[in-house]
């Protein structure tokens, strides 16, 4: 009874959401802060519910314009970045052109998208540091495209654009580069600007990082209005109305609000930089981030063993059971308290760390 699409399908597996008792969680990388005050009073007109949104987010299309500093007719929005990368798999992606390329150390769900439509992929090399070998991209003369995070997920590793710049001028001009900038607002040097100059560069954005909309799923990509014209199209062959009213609404009100943003946003990134310092002091070995989390490595537990006895202390994190990832663990950046209880949790394990391994 199932199709040959389901049967070669392997789902992304989510941060998991336990409902057993109250969890810190440090595992999903959402933003700990409320969105901004307007969105916390907002008060819901149900009459308009009966009403279709608008399929073409106009409004916000013209509030990220102003925000990002590109034309409207640059930009696409859809139902959480997820969504939106998997549009630009269908889109621009062909098995007769080649495997798609990406990192070995990567957001997981991108050989997840390959595998629903049934495109080949090659992952590539990371360095020891497990920053990305950007020389596979540069190289390569057979494949369908490119695509990586920038910070990269889950390291938090960033690269500038003049990185980025390099890869794009030598890459075929025929094939597509995606950079997913999920994390670009907590430090990184977004590449929005470089899709002006280079017609194959679509770059991806969310609202769950941080503007703390997670939970209204929206996301968005910008590049050349070819480029956008074909994803409008792709979602057309879906569904034309896939952002409701009220998350085009409060979208609007959080980019708008951009005192808020700013001082929520140095919050956690003055937070990320303390909890690093401090675990650095603790014997951790924690990655170079530019994101709204730590990927860090204990002293001398291997990380199941960390993500294990933090939840049964009531903590989240994420693990990922990989060759080049299995001695870490993922930690999102929650509130100061939060990270002293995590911190205070994390001390208390030195008198019986030997009883962990």
Request: net charge positive; proline share 7%.
């Amino acid at each position: 009874m199932e199709s040959r699409l389901l049967a070669r399908l392997t789902a992304y597996t989510p941060g998991e959401q336990p409902r057993d008792k109250k969890y810190i969680k440090l595992n999903t990388n959402e933003n700990p802060y409320p969105p901004c005050p307007k969105i916390q009073k907002k008060k819901i007109n149900a009459e308009d519910f009966r009403l279709y949104p608008d399929p073409d987010c106009r409004v916000l299309k013209e509030a990220l314009a102003d925000t990002l500093r590109v034309p409207p007719s640059h930009i696409f929005t859809g139902n959480g970045s997820d969504e939106v990368l998997s549009f630009a798999f269908a889109a621009f992606f062909d098995a007769d052109n080649g495997p798609v390329l990406f990192p070995e150390v990567t957001y997981s769900f991108y050989p997840v998208y390959c595998r629903f439509y049934g495109l080949p992929f090659r992952e590539t090399a990371v360095n020891n540091d497990l920053s990305i070998d950007f020389s596979s991209f540069t190289e390569s003369k057979a494949d369908a495209g490119v695509i990586f995070p920038n910070p990269n997920a889950p390291t938090g590793i960033a690269v500038d654009r003049k990185t980025i710049r390099r890869i794009l001028t030598a890459r075929p001009k025929d094939r597509i580069v995606i950079i997913d900038e999920a994390y670009i607002d907590f430090g990184g040097e977004s590449a929005v600007e470089l899709t002006g100059e280079f017609e194959n560069l679509l770059i991806t954005g969310t609202f769950s990082k941080s503007r703390s909309l997670a939970g209204l799923r929206l996301g968005y990509a910008v590049g050349n209005p070819k480029l956008i014209q074909s994803l409008e199209k792709v979602k057309n062959s879906f569904n034309s109305y896939t952002v409701n009213r009220f998350t085009q609404e409060c979208a609007v009100d959080a980019l708008r609000d951009i005192g808020y943003f700013e001082k929520r946003r140095d919050e956690v990134i003055r937070t990320r930089e303390r909890i690093a310092d401090e675990l650095r002091k603790r014997g951790w070995d924690v990655l170079p981030s530019l994101a709204n989390f730590l990927f860090a490595a204990h002293p001398t537990l291997p990380g199941e063993a960390v993500y294990r006895r933090l939840k049964d202390e009531g903590i989240l994190v994420r693990y990922f059971d990989l060759p080049k990832t299995r001695n870490r663990v993922r930690i999102s950046v929650g509130t100061p308290e939060e990270m002293k209880v995590f911190l205070r949790t994390v001390d208390g394990w030195n008198n019986d760390v030997s009883q962990l391994r």
